[in-house]
């Protein structure tokens, strides 16, 4: 389809373990976007890309958390010694018109940290 | 900093009513206000948004919000529920840049026929 895609859909791993998360977004969108959706919670801003670079990473709650996307495509959310409290959803979006707050998700990565 | 308080985490109501769901929002500058949605298994949708022209804005699907800034308030409203409104609401803020969305937590929307 052409909406944005997210990998894996689930993935369950063991605490202290190394996670990445891929986002690949709407075909020509500039912009994307790194939310986590905890339980009954709204989504929370984690990173910001225009481009290849980081605009505004203010987000992320740790420098466990880190975010790449090199050729300005897709993206790839890393989360290293992971712990219980990263369960969450991780949802990507992206737009093509920054700063108008239309953003396109995609369906999410469902974490958990056992 | 900005916030968004959604009153009600669960609204129920019969196919045909109204549906009123409310989001008040606090912010420094003038703000750019959205709504999304959230259907079963789906990404979340932009279903309108407030960015400082009329107050009164349609959205997709027959909804609409009001910006009343003496009440700091955009409330979702729609005539007749539908079945297939049965979904997850979310309120967002953001300032006029609109590169950060400050999301509320939500509410559930429940139509009983």
């Known amino acids: 389809g052409a909406g944005v895609s997210q990998t894996p859909s689930n993935k369950v791993t063991e605490k202290g373990k190394y996670v990445e998360l891929r986002c690949d977004p709407i075909s020509g969108h500039t912009a994307l976007y790194w939310y986590r959706q905890s339980l009954g919670q709204g989504p929370e801003f984690l990173i910001y890309?225009?481009?290849?670079?980081?605009?505004?990473d203010s987000g992320l709650p740790n420098d466990r958390f880190f975010a790449v996307r090199p050729e300005g495509s897709v993206s790839t959310l890393k989360i290293q010694r992971t712990e219980r409290g990263d369960s969450a959803v991780y949802l990507c979006?992206?737009?093509?018109?920054?700063?108008?707050?239309?953003?396109?998700f995609g369906e999410g990565s469902r974490l958990t940290v056992l | 900093a900005q916030s968004v308080t959604q009153l009600g985490s669960h609204v129920s109501v019969s196919e045909g009513a109204l549906v009123l769901l409310r989001c008040n929002y606090s912010s420094s500058v003038p703000p750019y206000l959205f709504w999304y949605v959230q259907y079963p298994n789906q990404g979340l949708q932009l279903l309108l948004k407030y960015t400082s022209a009329a107050t009164l804005v349609k959205g997709i699907n027959g909804f609409e919000a009001e910006f009343k800034k003496s009440e700091t308030s955009f409330h979702l409203t729609k005539p007749s529920a539908h079945m297939s409104d049965a979904a997850e609401y979310f309120c967002?803020?953001?300032?006029?840049?609109?590169?950060?969305?400050?999301f509320g937590q939500g509410t559930r929307l429940t139509i009983n026929p």
């Open positions: 967002a803020v953001s300032d006029q840049g609109a590169q950060k969305l400050v």
């Open positions: 979006a992206s737009s093509l018109t920054p700063g108008s707050g239309e953003l396109f």
């Open positions: 890309f225009q481009g290849t670079g980081a605009a505004d």
